[in-house]
C-alpha cells in the first residue's frame, strides 16, 4: 500500500481508485506543508490520495521522529486505531484526496463494494508494516536504500534519458527517519551507490537508475 519495503508482488499493485457511490465526500485539496490530521485526533474519515505525496509520522518519548510511510496516489490513509488518528500526515506535494466515512470501513453501510475496498486497503497496511519492521532489523544501510529507490521506481519511477528514474519528494532526513538511519548515512550509501555507477543522482531530487539488476541484488540481499 505505502511506499515502503513491500515483496514484489504486492508493490506492483497499488490499490485502484475506490467507488463513489456512497460515504463520500468532495475532494480536500491541500498544499505541501499542511497537516491533513494529527496523531490523537478523533477519526471521522478515511482518505484515498488522488495526487500528491503524503507523509505520516510519529514522535517518539525522547523526541526522536519515525517516519511510518510515504503515501502516494492510490494509497488510503487515515485509518483509525481505537477511534484516533496514530500518526500526523502532512503534505510533501500539493495534494487531492478523497475522503470516505470512517462508519463505510467499520459497518459497511452503503456501498459493499466500497466497504470491502477499504478494508482490504487497512489489511495491505498491516502487512506493509509489518514486512518494514522486518526490513528495520535486517537489513544493512546499502540494503535499506537499495531497497527504498526500487520500491519507488516500481510505483512512481518513469523514464529519463533511457534510465528508469524518479523524483524524491522528501528529504535526506525524512528518508532516514523512515528507514531507521542518519541522514549522513543516507548521503554516504547514496555517494556508494553513485561512485558504484549503481545510480546517478542529477540534483538532490531526482536520480537516475543506471544498473537496476544491481541494484535489485543489493536491495533484496537481508530479505
Given at each position: 500500500?505505502?511506499?515502503?519495503?513491500?515483496?514484489?508482488?504486492a508493490?506492483?499493485?497499488?490499490?485502484?481508485?475506490?467507488?463513489?457511490?456512497?460515504?463520500?465526500?468532495?475532494?480536500?485539496?491541500?498544499?505541501?506543508?499542511?497537516?491533513?490530521?494529527?496523531?490523537?485526533?478523533?477519526?471521522?474519515?478515511?482518505?484515498?490520495?488522488?495526487?500528491?505525496?503524503?507523509?505520516?509520522?510519529?514522535?517518539?518519548?525522547?523526541?526522536?521522529?519515525?517516519?511510518?510511510?510515504?503515501?502516494?496516489?492510490?494509497?488510503?490513509?487515515?485509518?483509525?486505531?481505537?477511534?484516533?488518528?496514530?500518526t500526523?500526515?502532512d503534505?510533501?506535494?500539493?495534494?487531492?484526496?478523497?475522503?470516505?466515512?470512517?462508519?463505510?470501513?467499520?459497518?459497511?453501510?452503503?456501498?459493499?463494494?466500497?466497504?470491502?475496498?477499504?478494508?482490504?486497503?487497512?489489511?495491505?497496511?498491516?502487512?506493509?508494516?509489518?514486512?518494514?519492521f522486518?526490513?528495520?532489523?535486517?537489513?544493512?544501510?546499502?540494503?535499506?536504500?537499495s531497497?527504498?529507490?526500487?520500491?519507488?521506481?516500481?510505483?512512481?519511477?518513469?523514464?529519463?534519458?533511457?534510465?528508469?528514474?524518479?523524483?524524491?519528494?522528501?528529504?535526506?532526513?525524512?528518508?532516514?527517519?523512515?528507514?531507521?538511519?542518519?541522514?549522513?548515512?543516507?548521503?554516504?550509501?547514496?555517494?556508494?551507490?553513485?561512485?558504484?555507477?549503481?545510480?546517478?543522482?542529477?540534483?538532490?531530487?531526482?536520480?537516475?537508475?543506471?544498473?537496476?539488476?544491481?541494484?535489485?541484488?543489493?536491495?533484496?540481499?537481508?530479505?
Amino acid at each position: 500500500m505505502y511506499v515502503t519495503i513491500l515483496g514484489d508482488q504486492a508493490r506492483k499493485q497499488p490499490l485502484a481508485a475506490l467507488s463513489l457511490k456512497s460515504g463520500g465526500s468532495s475532494e480536500t485539496r491541500l498544499k505541501a506543508g499542511s497537516y491533513l490530521y494529527l496523531e490523537g485526533d478523533a477519526v471521522e474519515w478515511v482518505f484515498q490520495i488522488k495526487t500528491g505525496v503524503l507523509r505520516l509520522t510519529r514522535l517518539l518519548e525522547d523526541g526522536r521522529r519515525q517516519v511510518i510511510a510515504f503515501g502516494y496516489p492510490g494509497d488510503v490513509v487515515g485509518f483509525p486505531s481505537e477511534g484516533l488518528h496514530h500518526t500526523d500526515c502532512d503534505v510533501l506535494m500539493d495534494a487531492c484526496l478523497q475522503p470516505y466515512r470512517r462508519a463505510m470501513l467499520e459497518s459497511g453501510e452503503g456501498d459493499p463494494d466500497l466497504h470491502r475496498n477499504l478494508l482490504q486497503a487497512a489489511l495491505r497496511e498491516i502487512s506493509a508494516m509489518q514486512d518494514h519492521f522486518m526490513m528495520l532489523g535486517r537489513k544493512s544501510a546499502v540494503e535499506k536504500v537499495s531497497s527504498f529507490i526500487c520500491v519507488l521506481a516500481d510505483r512512481v519511477g518513469t523514464k529519463i534519458d533511457g534510465h528508469s528514474g524518479m523524483t524524491l519528494p522528501m528529504s535526506r532526513g525524512d528518508i532516514a527517519d523512515f528507514l531507521g538511519l542518519t541522514t549522513e548515512t543516507i548521503s554516504r550509501t547514496l555517494t556508494q551507490l553513485r561512485k558504484s555507477k549503481i545510480i546517478e543522482i542529477r540534483n538532490i531530487h531526482t536520480i537516475l537508475i543506471l544498473r537496476p539488476t544491481a541494484l535489485r541484488g543489493l536491495a533484496s540481499r537481508g530479505a
